[in-house]
């Protein structure tokens, strides 16, 4: 197994008062030349926003781009004419295709957002911009895997425009877990949101991440832990 590690506390960060990003990979003014992808994984943000927090209209094209709140709720709305409110429980999933606009606003004036903000670049360029979401019941990914994201229709998840696939658990302290991938030759980026578990001789904390190149693994919780594991293709060319 080979295996990334990347502790919270290396990641980018940036203070925007309203904003307070942390990031995993290079994003915005943070420039990683070590830190710019995992596969076709390009994106994953940790977004604190503040009460009244706004990311005002811009484009998007060719990303396919899920918002998994923790808590509080975003507002969305986009250009294909898809809106709604996304709070801890929801996932989200966009394909910007041929190019979307959209913004994000807090829902809450004075409660502040929690999120993960991941973008993953597609199989197929340039599709029909396209919006989901959907609420995903907590108690079915306690000491199992709930698959919420993935491109085929048996795993009930929101649909990708790409190989590759997203599933959260919750381990009780001392359960173990296998994460077999769903696509061969695929890596899984798995995020500790919070808890503690090891992955092999690997120990994990709270936000921290390690990218694992291997069919399977097996996870120990050592603490009780919220888990998330975002499967993708690693054949990424520049």
Do not use: C
Request: glycine share 8%; proline share 4%; no cysteine.
């Amino acid at each position: 197994m080979k295996a990334t590690i990347f502790k919270a506390s290396d990641r980018g960060s940036a203070d925007y008062g309203w904003l307070k990003p942390n990031y995993y990979f290079s994003f915005s003014q943070y420039h990683n030349p070590e830190k710019v992808h995992f596969g076709l994984l390009r994106v994953l943000n940790d977004d604190f926003i503040a009460g009244g927090g706004v990311f005002h209209t811009h484009p998007h094209d060719n990303m396919e781009i899920v918002t998994i709140p923790f808590t509080g709720a975003i507002q969305h709305k986009d250009s294909t004419g898809g809106q709604g409110v996304i709070k801890a429980g929801d996932v989200q999933i966009m394909s910007a295709g041929s190019g979307i606009q959209h913004s994000e606003a807090n829902a809450s004036a004075t409660d502040p957002v929690t999120l993960f903000q991941i973008w993953v670049y597609p199989k197929v360029e340039n599709i029909k911009p396209r919006y989901d979401q959907r609420t995903f019941d907590a108690n079915d990914r306690q000491n199992k895997w709930q698959v919420v994201v993935s491109p085929n229709e048996a795993d009930n998840a929101l649909w990708i425009n790409q190989d590759a696939r997203f599933a959260l658990t919750n381990l009780t302290a001392g359960k173990q877990i296998e994460y077999t991938n769903a696509f061969k030759g695929n890596g899984v980026f798995l995020v500790v949101i919070n808890g503690g578990v090891t992955v092999g001789d690997v120990q994990l904390g709270k936000r921290d991440a390690v990218g694992i190149e291997a069919d399977s693994f097996t996870i120990t919780a050592s603490e009780d832990a919220e888990l998330l594991a975002i499967e993708v293709p690693m054949d990424f060319q520049s």
